[in-house]
């Protein structure tokens, strides 16, 4: 079992910058950051795996970077040029196997954060 903390949500106006940090309870290979807005399905943003493979989708590619750092089984997302559309709730997840591609859907992932809420304000 890896347990998921994550941390550094909070509000931002338009265009502003936020880092997001993901503790893990132990080394994971895969690790990824998802957001949902209520009603909506929950979205893949980012995925990283253990050796800087990093994938993301085209909707943040450019504004958001993925990083971890393994000796501290700490994953992070600095996301910048924020708009009030990205309000969501934003979740850790982990999984245990390493993919040519780090996925970005949410079946892969076996473990999930309690999630932390992001608000942009227009």
């Known amino acids: 079992q890896v347990q998921l903390v994550e941390s550094g949500g909070g509000s931002v106006e338009a265009e502003g910058s936020l880092r997001l940090s993901c503790t893990a309870s132990?080394?994971?290979?895969?690790m990824a950051w998802f957001r949902q807005v209520p009603g909506k399905e929950r979205e893949g943003i980012a995925a990283?795996?253990?050796?800087?493979?990093?994938r993301y989708d085209d909707s943040v590619k450019g504004r958001f970077t993925i990083s971890r750092d393994n000796d501290k089984n700490v994953v992070y997302l600095q996301m910048i040029n924020l708009t009030p559309e990205e309000s969501a709730e934003y979740y850790c997840?982990?999984?245990?196997?390493?993919?040519?591609?780090?996925?970005?859907?949410?079946?892969?992932?076996?473990?999930w954060g309690q999630g932390t809420q992001v608000t942009v304000s227009s």
């Open positions: 990283m795996d253990d050796v800087g493979t990093a």
């Open positions: 997840a982990a999984s245990p196997v390493l993919y040519p591609t780090p996925p970005l859907a949410i079946a892969p992932y076996d473990y």
């Open positions: 132990r080394h994971t290979t895969t």
